[in-house]
């Protein structure tokens, strides 16, 4: 599946806040100005569409997706039965790529994409490479034997950071205990803005 290969700082800009871990300390010390020459100047009252397209753009952008794909999964949630919002955001945070994220197994959402692209994560026993898996209750997901010495996998383990109650883990094995509730995801992001916007 394709993805953003470009400047990720600039993303973090436009969107004003830090998407990505390593943007965090260049925002802080620069502020929140928006990519390009005319950064500064740019001050305009932004529009009632203009606040939903931002807050779909900030969503796509922190699960690292492009717009068709997460058009896709927009569709998908508005034909579950229940709130369509917090189906949205359910479908995205099990998506494997995600949970790999979520359970400390790398350092970022890129770098979790890249541990399962590269076949490196199993799922039930089975190596599974498509970042976009929708892992199940009760799935155990595991880093392959040939990857537990690896630096930057043993730096995310040794990292101390509060574990989602919805995963649970032992060493290098998670597993998904439950689905999500609304206040154990994505914090930054008003999925009832995303709604909005796809239902003009």
Not at 170 to 199: C, D, F, W
Request: charged share 30%; net charge positive.
């Amino acid at each position: 599946m394709a993805r953003y290969t470009g400047p990720k700082r600039r993303l973090s800009r436009r969107e004003g806040l830090a998407l990505f871990a390593k943007d965090a300390k260049s925002l802080e010390k620069k502020g929140a100005v928006p990519p390009g020459q005319h950064g500064l100047g740019r001050r305009r009252r932004i529009s009632e569409y203009g606040i939903q397209l931002r807050e779909k753009q900030k969503a796509k952008r922190i699960f690292g997706l492009l717009e068709k794909q997460f058009k896709r999964y927009f569709e998908k949630a508005s034909k579950v039965r229940g709130v369509t919002g917090l189906a949205l955001l359910q479908a995205l945070e099990t998506r494997l790529d995600n949970v790999v994220y979520r359970l400390n197994f790398a350092k970022s959402r890129a770098g979790a994409r890249q541990l399962v692209s590269h076949g490196h994560i199993k799922i039930d026993g089975k190596k599974v490479n498509i970042p976009s898996f929708q892992v199940k209750v009760n799935q155990t997901i595991e880093i392959a034997p040939q990857m537990r010495d690896n630096t930057h996998v043993k730096k995310s383990l040794e990292e101390t950071s509060t574990l989602p109650e919805w995963l649970d883990k032992k060493a290098t094995v998670g597993k998904v205990l439950r689905i999500p509730k609304r206040e154990e995801m994505e914090q930054s992001v008003n999925e009832q803005l995303i709604v909005e916007h796809y239902s003009r």
